[in-house]
């Protein structure tokens, strides 16, 4: 059995090595003293733990975390962090705060889908209050540049009276989303943007997200595809120093009003203060999990991008000799993720059965209906052996799908 191939971080990222450390040594801790009658003092401050050299031994309270969630970020020291147990926690805090605070929002159809059905349950209340901008198909089938998107966006957001904005940073098939390009183009078309909520979860760890948060009112994002640290714990930066005290009041209402039923998110907040708490039972693992990634990883930068590019390039160079075909936008366009797809006579293969075949072969990616599948580039160069084992792989499966379409043509 080959040495597995791991291509899917942006689905699940592998468990980090230094996340997995802290885990179990959190793990022992508690596992010891699990009632210690300091550890909210310790959560608070860093302060009473016996560490010596672990890596809890380098963590400096509630306070620190959240500042080092915000430099991975890329936002600025003024930044307000919010940590949930899960994402949607907080991209439902974003969109109340959206719709309290705009008109109509307009969005793109290539946002998570999941977020969408969020997106039209929040409006709800608000008729006609979303419009859904069709992006895949300008960018993909016409070749769409960033210049021309933003663009045709700015045109379509004014016309239709739009004041908001709900954008993924990266979508879920990797298309690099130039979110700060379009809110500029819009502001100074004459457009007004009340509120911008921005939906990193492919793009926190994988891409650089400065621009995202000089432009955004709120990014919202997870710490367990690209970071690695695989337990799921929801993030937030609020980066614009004139909305972070209205979405402070809303996420204490919803806290209190039992909108919000995610009891980290409680317990974070309490936390921040120096009044007891009053919390329901909760599993720190996976603010433990994330410390350790978020400090065993390095934040993402031209040069990583790059490689990445890199290996999609020498991927699809394989791939098309196979005749596969790289779904390629323009290149402003593009991040670490790669989408290839079967022919279009080799497309009834069922997703299931293509991904078994990758899994036979000991290479994990996604795969989706119609022949399509999404490749996260590492950030190193990969190997011969690699490539090689990523080449059969991309052969049987080719070959799986030639003949189910020669069998449904007999």
């Known amino acids: 059995m080959p040495r597995p191939l791991y291509l899917d971080s942006a689905r699940l990222g592998q468990f980090s090595i230094n996340a997995r450390r802290t885990l179990n040594e959190f793990l022992d801790f508690v596992g010891s003293t699990p009632t210690h009658p300091s550890l909210i003092t310790w959560l608070r401050t860093g302060e009473i733990f016996s560490s010596e050299s672990g890596p809890l031994s380098q963590w400096r309270g509630i306070g620190a975390i959240e500042q080092m969630i915000a430099k991975m970020f890329g936002a600025p020291e003024h930044s307000r962090t919010f940590i949930a147990s899960r994402s949607t926690s907080l991209i439902r805090v974003g969109l109340q705060h959206l719709f309290n605070s705009c008109r109509r929002c307009m969005t793109i159809d290539t946002c998570w889908p999941r977020y969408l059905q969020e997106l039209h349950q929040a409006s709800a209340s608000k008729e006609d209050s979303v419009f859904v901008k069709s992006f895949r198909r300008p960018v993909y089938d016409r070749g769409m540049s960033v210049e021309e998107l933003c663009e045709n966006l700015c045109m379509v957001y004014c016309s239709e009276g739009c004041d908001g904005l709900f954008l993924p940073a990266v979508d879920y098939l990797g298309t690099r989303i130039p979110v700060a390009e379009i809110v500029r183009s819009i502001r ?17 760890g994988h891409v650089t997200l400065d621009d995202d ?48 039923d995610d009891g980290l998110l409680n317990f974070i907040e309490q936390l921040r203060s120096s009044a007891s708490i009053q919390s329901e039972t909760i599993n720190l693992c996976p603010l433990f999990t994330a410390f350790g990634a978020i400090k065993g990883s390095q934040q993402p930068t031209a040069k990583s991008v790059f490689q990445q590019l890199e290996n999609a390039h020498r991927v699809i160079r394989i791939a098309e000799d196979l005749g596969w075909n790289a779904e390629l936008p323009d290149s402003d366009f593009r991040s670490g993720i790669l989408l290839l797809q079967l022919p279009t006579s080799d497309q009834l293969i069922p997703a299931s059965q293509l991904q078994q075949i990758f899994i036979d072969h000991s290479v994990f990616l996604t795969t989706y209906e119609r022949g399509l599948i999404r490749l996260s580039m590492p950030v190193v160069p990969l190997s011969s052996a690699a490539l090689q084992q990523l080449e059969q792989a991309l052969t049987a499966a080719r070959f799986a799908a030639s003949s189910l379409h020669a069998l449904t043509v007999c």
């Open 188 to 204: 100074e078309f004459g457009g007004e943007v009340r509120f911008v909520l921005v939906d990193a979860a492919q793009g926190l």
């Open 213 to 260: 948060c000089n432009v955004a009112d709120f990014v919202v994002a997870g710490t367990h595809k690209w970071l690695g640290s695989y337990s799921t714990l929801g993030v937030a930066i609020a980066p614009n120093a004139t909305s972070i005290a209205s979405i402070e009041t809303g996420v204490r209402n919803s806290l209190s009003g039992q909108a919000s």
